[in-house]
């Protein structure tokens, strides 16, 4: 159906009218759901009628990114009011919803939102394939929502490792309120709070308090006895008492992070973060 010209409507028959809202299988699911007779059509065929044009681009819609409207994601909404009147309205459509409502789950996140939600979650299934059992109990449990340990992964491709964690973040983000972070990237932004201890406070709470955590790039983050003791031991600490999901990523095998860990051969506070990992984790 082309796009009308109202100063023709004047000049069309009822029955041309009707004709023409009926091309319109938009303009067709409505009248059908609102239970529209033709005299209601007509009487309401302007607000119809705009509701066609206006709506147009949904009928080859493919997704959010590509909504050609200016104001993407917008639809005009025809529904009856408590006095059996056809109203109007604009609201935001359910792929915009699908879309960005799934960013409300990520509580925190040292990835960009958009790469995220852009995540080929299809592929979810066959990277599954590439883990071990433990991982696969641990997503199999999630998707239960019964309760689980988190889980260790090593990846030594960069190019995999990311492409992963992300497809991982945005499959969880549907279910669970998930926050992610780079260790390197959240201890500098932990740094520029110093001055601010409230945004500080804030900003450490919504990681540690994430009913689920993934730390990736652990080890890759300079390495002080404030990083580690009063940052991640801190982190792991709260997240064993409460019970909270923490999935762990890593270049490093965990071995591997009892040397990184260790400062002036202070091997007890890297025994006790191995430890704390191992708890929180299906770790053998």
């Known amino acids: 159906m082309e796009k009308f010209n109202y100063q023709y409507q004047k000049l069309m028959t009822d029955d041309e009218?009707?004709?023409?809202?009926?091309?319109?299988?938009?303009?067709?699911?409505?009248?059908?759901?609102?239970?529209?007779?033709?005299?209601?059509?007509?009487?309401?065929?302007?607000?119809?009628?705009?509701?066609?044009n206006e709506n147009r681009p949904c009928e080859t819609c493919s997704g959010i990114k590509h909504c050609p409207k200016a104001e993407k994601g917008l639809v005009y909404c025809l529904f009856r009011d408590d006095y059996n009147e056809l109203m109007a309205k604009y609201?935001?459509?359910?792929?915009?919803?699908?879309?960005f409502g799934k960013a409300q789950n990520i509580v925190y996140s040292s990835y960009p939102i958009e790469d995220i939600l852009d995540a080929k979650t299809d592929e979810?299934?066959?990277?599954?394939?590439?883990?071990?059992?433990?991982?696969?109990?641990?997503?199999?449990?999630?998707?239960?929502?019964?309760?689980?340990?988190?889980?260790?992964?090593?990846?030594?491709?960069?190019s995999e490792h990311k492409k992963f964690v992300?497809?991982?973040?945005?499959?969880?983000i549907n279910t669970y309120f998930c926050a992610i972070i780079k260790m390197s990237?959240?201890?500098?932004?932990?740094?520029?709070?110093?001055?601010?201890?409230?945004?500080?406070?804030?900003?450490?709470?919504?990681?540690?308090n994430a009913p689920i955590l993934i730390i990736d790039h652990l080890g890759e983050e300079t390495i002080s006895a404030w990083s580690r003791d009063d940052v991640l031991l801190s982190i792991l600490n709260y997240r064993l008492d409460h019970d909270l999901v923490t999935i762990f990523v890593s270049e490093f095998e965990l071995k591997q992070l009892s040397l990184?860990?260790?400062?002036?051969?202070?091997?007890?506070?890297?025994?006790k973060l191995i430890s704390k990992i191992k708890q929180l984790t299906q770790y053998e």
């Open 185 to 208: 990237s959240f201890l500098q932004e932990l740094k520029s709070c110093f001055k601010n201890k409230e945004k500080y406070d804030q900003l450490f709470y919504k990681v540690e």
């Open 260 to 271: 990184l860990y260790r400062l002036q051969n202070d091997h007890l506070k890297a025994d």
């Open 17 to 52: 009218i009707l004709a023409m809202i009926h091309q319109s299988q938009q303009a067709n699911d409505l009248i059908a759901q609102l239970k529209l007779s033709d005299e209601e059509v007509l009487n309401y065929s302007e607000k119809i009628l705009f509701f066609i």
């Open 124 to 158: 979810f299934i066959s990277l599954l394939s590439t883990q071990d059992s433990q991982f696969i109990s641990m997503v199999a449990a999630l998707v239960k929502q019964a309760k689980t340990k988190g889980c260790y992964l090593t990846f030594k491709k960069a």
């Open 166 to 172: 992300l497809i991982l973040v945005s499959v969880l």
């Open 91 to 99: 609201q935001s459509c359910e792929p915009y919803y699908q879309y």
